[in-house]
């Protein structure tokens, strides 16, 4: 035994645990509010990645979203987004 303790092994958290919420992304196939999910693309695990996305209103393709809750390891809950340095690059 160690002179301090047990030794125990680092916490690892593999890239597939990464979770997406608070990760911001945009809108690529239009969400339909309460009528059915849209997909979002998403920076994650070291890529790109399309996910299903639900949100409580509408939301066109191109729209900035960013992700408060997951309902599954493949779909997300959105809300619309506005990056606040988008302000300051309009000076």
């Known amino acids: 035994m160690h002179p301090r ?3 125990t ?3 690892v958290v593999s890239k597939a645990d990464e979770s997406p919420i608070g990760l911001a992304g945009r809108i690529v ?4 509010g309460d009528q059915g999910a849209g997909e ?18 509408p939301l066109p393709s191109g729209a900035a979203v960013i992700v408060v809750a997951t309902l ?4 997300v809950v959105v809300l619309p987004w506005a990056d606040p340095l988008d302000s300051v690059l309009e000076l």
């Open 5 to 7: 303790g047990p030794r």
């Open 9 to 11: 092994a680092p916490a």
């Open 29 to 32: 196939t239009p969400t339909r």
């Open 40 to 57: 979002v693309e998403l920076r994650i695990r070291g890529g790109t990645e399309i996910f299903m996305a639900r949100s409580a209103d």
């Open 72 to 75: 599954g390891p493949r779909t």
